[in-house]
């Protein structure tokens, strides 16, 4: 793998504009985009577990000891996602690079944190309330409900 070796131009070389040339060369709009297009990857990945632990729920039912508060969680959890990604595609439109889009950015971040911290206290309570029988749910559940042999 080749490393590069980047000649930085001195001030005399851009006509003692340095600091335009490196804003110039970093597209702070091209790195916002990114960086929304990655928090959104993260959000799928927490929908499709939040997707799963919904039907692990629902599969078992009421025999699960937390069935209500799981439901409610998850359903939460779900909502508030979809909430952020909604945000996500609201502020992925914005081009930061214009002075009139920079509040509406400064503000939407703000909100998607927030939404952000609330969906991982929200999956934080529901991993502490555990799935314990998630790879063989109905299975294992009635192992455990099904009387024992009369000796």
């Given at each position: 793998?080749e490393s590069?070796?980047?000649?930085?131009?001195?001030?005399?070389?851009?006509?003692?504009?340095?600091i335009?040339?490196?804003r110039?060369?970093?597209?702070?709009?091209?790195?916002?985009?990114?960086?929304?297009?990655?928090?959104?990857?993260l959000?799928?990945a927490?929908?499709?577990?939040?997707a799963?632990?919904?039907?692990?729920?629902?599969q078992?039912?009421?025999?699960?000891?937390?069935?209500?508060?799981?439901?409610?969680?998850i359903?939460?959890?779900?909502?508030?996602?979809l909430?952020?990604?909604?945000l996500?595609?609201i502020?992925?439109?914005?081009?930061?690079?214009?002075?009139?889009?920079?509040?509406?950015?400064?503000?939407?971040n703000?909100?998607i944190?927030?939404?952000?911290?609330?969906?991982?206290?929200?999956?934080?309570?529901?991993?502490g309330?555990?799935?314990?029988y998630?790879?063989q749910?109905l299975?294992?559940?009635?192992?455990?409900?099904?009387?024992?042999?009369?000796l």
């Open positions: 793998m590069e070796n980047r000649e930085y131009p001195t001030t005399s070389q851009t006509d003692g504009n340095l335009g040339y490196i110039k060369s970093l597209d702070a709009n091209k790195y916002a985009t990114k960086k929304t297009i990655a928090q959104g990857l959000d799928v927490l929908l499709t577990a939040n799963s632990q919904l039907k692990y729920v629902l078992v039912g009421e025999k699960h000891e937390f069935y209500a508060l799981m439901l409610t969680l359903s939460i959890s779900i909502v508030l996602q909430i952020v990604a909604i996500f595609v502020i992925g439109g914005l081009n930061i690079n214009k002075q009139r889009d920079h509040g509406t950015a400064v503000i939407l703000d909100v944190l927030i939404f952000i911290f609330l969906i991982s206290i929200i999956n934080i309570i529901i991993s309330f555990g799935l314990e998630s790879n749910p299975q294992l559940i009635y192992e455990h409900t099904q009387p024992p042999p009369k």
